[in-house]
């Protein structure tokens, strides 16, 4: 059981630079959210889903754009890369019908912008 | 709308010694309360979490935290420290009406001195 898997792990890019971060989980959860986690502030939550086809914006959003066409897949595009994107960002899933406060969290994604 | 408050972004104990990390919530509903913690380049594992019944919560690898609703307060404690328990831990919030949404504290980072 593979839980909440994100690629790449690492990845540097250019200014203005397009590009998706992969997020998969093979529970079948339903919740599904990408945070950005920055010294000093812990992590903030960018975008959410609720369902296959659903999406919400959270605390962070701009710059960031996702979409769930699959209860199993949530990937996270940044349009046009900044300096200030560079972060760590971690995928997250729950299930709803039995206890969706337990929220799995990948292993996160190394972005560097220059 | 939810936010935590973590006191001493940095917190130094000897090995053997209690170690005590505070956060404070604001909430306008009933909270959920967790604890996660981090090792470096790791992903978040859960501690504990509160969510309704009995305001002290055992966790794993020895940890506990009590709610206290007229302090508003979800301190985290472990009678004896170990190297091990060196890591960045973070104190988290949510909702029920959206409890898949956590708000985080800026963490803590415990180092252990032998």
């Known amino acids: 059981n593979a839980g909440v898997t994100q690629t790449p792990k690492f990845q540097v890019l250019k200014t203005g630079q397009s590009m998706t971060l992969q997020c998969a989980q093979d529970m079948n959860h339903e919740y599904m959210s990408w945070y950005r986690q920055d010294p000093g502030m812990g992590l903030r939550l960018i975008h959410y889903s609720v369902g296959a086809g659903i999406t919400d914006q959270g605390e962070v959003p701009n710059g960031y754009n996702v979409s769930r066409s699959t209860t199993e897949d949530f990937p996270l595009r940044l349009l046009s890369a900044a300096p200030s994107q560079t972060s760590v960002y971690f995928c997250?899933?729950?299930?709803?019908?039995?206890?969706?406060?337990?929220?799995?969290f990948g292993e996160g994604s190394w972005l560097t912008v220059v | 709308a939810q936010s935590v408050t973590q006191l001493g972004s940095h917190v130094s104990v000897s090995e053997g010694a209690l170690v005590l990390l505070r956060c404070n919530y604001s909430s306008s509903v009933p909270p959920y309360l967790f604890w996660y913690v981090q090792y470096p380049n790791q992903g978040l594992q859960l501690l504990l979490k509160y969510t309704t019944g009995a305001t002290l919560v055992k966790g794993i690898n020895g940890f506990e935290a009590e709610f206290k609703k007229s302090e508003t307060s979800f301190h985290l404690t472990k009678p004896s420290a170990h190297m091990s328990d060196a890591a960045e831990y973070f104190c988290a919030v949510s909702e029920a009406s959206n409890d898949y949404k956590l708000s985080f504290g800026a963490g803590t980072t415990v180092t252990v001195r032998a």
């Open positions: 997250a899933s729950s299930y709803s019908r039995t206890d969706r406060t337990t929220i799995y």
